[in-house]
């Protein structure tokens, strides 16, 4: 016959409450793990390592780059103007430097897409700003 203290059948209790905190904070991590990484139709873009993958293969880019691509990604079918990108990525004033803005987003253009001149992930909207197309699937 066993017989428990109530001191036993206490920490018993507690044991499993901790058990169940843990378990808890380790999903909670992989679903914060997880929303840093962005899945769209060939491409995917892993907050967190700060890599880029189209089509199995690694696309390096810029600090600056990988900045705007994230904010453009993780907004998907949001309109940023230029100088809302600039302010996000820059992190100060815009100064009317159109040029710094498109020169990225080119140069982006040209490493992820399959035809630049005709993207489908970061697409113009003429007089506004840039999107990503938010018509991509997008998961984990």
């Not at 793990?33 to 880019?61: Q, W």
């Not at 302010?87 to 009317?96: A, I, M, Q, T």
Request: charged content about 25%.
């Amino acid at each position: 016959m066993l017989i428990l203290s109530f001191e036993d059948n206490e920490e018993h209790i507690i044991n499993n409450i901790l058990s169940c905190l843990n378990e808890e904070t380790e999903v909670l991590r992989q679903q914060i793990v997880n929303k840093r990484k962005l899945i769209f139709d060939g491409l995917r873009i892993d907050e967190h390592k700060r890599i880029v993958v189209r089509e199995d293969n690694e696309i390096e880019l810029t600090y600056t780059e990988f900045e705007i691509l994230l904010l453009l990604a993780q907004n998907a079918g949001i309109v940023f103007s230029k100088e809302q990108i600039y302010n996000r990525v820059w992190k100060e004033p815009y100064f009317g430097n159109h040029n710094i803005v498109m020169s990225h987003i080119r140069n982006i253009r040209e490493k992820i897409e399959d035809n630049p001149s005709k993207p489908i992930y970061i697409q113009t909207v003429w007089g506004v700003g840039y999107r990503f197309n938010k018509n991509l699937s997008s998961g984990l």
